[in-house]
Structure formats: structure tokens, C-alpha cells
């Protein structure tokens, strides 16, 4: 059964950190390019970050450059996104799934929360 499993999410301050983690089952994991997305109230959903199957690449969308980093490993079936210096504006439910297409059932994600 596939199953993606998102966590660490929360409140935090503007300028605080949080590490979401997102473990993936039934997929083989380390032939995907995994993507952290997001979905802020009335807005659409939206790629945050991508990283390909062996890890050597990722792209980061510009809003969260220098402040997000998307990571992975492979042996563990997780994919990790460090959010630093957070902006009220990065409030979302966030979400893992596939990149560039989406393949997968999403997930229940993980509500972070900017409190400015």
C-alpha cells in the first residue's frame, strides 16, 4: 500500500525553524524525484522544493530560497524540507509527493503555521 506519512509541522514565530519529515511506503523511493509542496488558504497548491532519486540535485522555488533546504535519504525512505527564517507567508499545509508529476495519493500533510 502506498502511503506518504508527513510530520513536523507546527506553530511557530516569524524567524523560527521547523524540519518536516515525510516517509514514503510501497513506492520505490530511490528511483523517485520526491517534491515538498504546499497549499496556503484559497491559494493552490504550489512546489516548494525538489530533490532527484540520488540526491545530487534539488531546486528550490525562489519565495524560499536561502531559507528552505530540501534533503533526503534513501535508505530510510524520507524526505526532509528545513524551513529557516520563517515568514508569515509560509503558512500552508504542507505536502510530499512525486516531481515532476504527481503520482501519488497525497498524503494528510503537516500544518505549519507563521505567527508574525
Same mark, same amino acid.
Given at each position: 500500500? $502506498?502511503?506518504?506519512?508527513? @510530520? !513536523? &509541522? /507546527? ?5 523560527? %525553524? ?6 514514503? *511506503? ?21 512546489? $516548494?522544493?525538489?530533490?532527484? @532519486? !540520488? &540526491? /545530487? ?5 525562489? %519565495? ?6 530540501? *534533503? ?45
Amino acid at each position: 500500500q $502506498v502511503q506518504l506519512v508527513e @510530520s !513536523g &509541522g /507546527g506553530l511557530v514565530q516569524a524567524g523560527g %525553524s521547523l524540519r518536516l519529515s515525510c516517509v514514503a *511506503s510501497g513506492i520505490s523511493f530511490r528511483f523517485n524525484t520526491m517534491g515538498w509542496y504546499r497549499q496556503a488558504p484559497g491559494k493552490q497548491r504550489e512546489l $516548494v522544493a525538489s530533490i532527484v @532519486s !540520488g &540526491g /545530487g540535485s534539488t531546486i528550490h522555488a525562489d %519565495s524560499v530560497k536561502g531559507r528552505f533546504t530540501i *534533503s533526503r535519504d534513501n535508505a530510510k525512505n524520507t524526505v526532509w524540507l528545513q524551513m529557516s527564517s520563517l515568514k508569515s507567508e509560509d503558512t500552508a499545509v504542507y505536502y510530499c509527493n512525486t516531481h515532476p508529476r504527481v503520482t501519488l495519493s497525497w498524503g494528510q500533510g503537516t500544518q505549519v503555521t507563521v505567527s508574525s
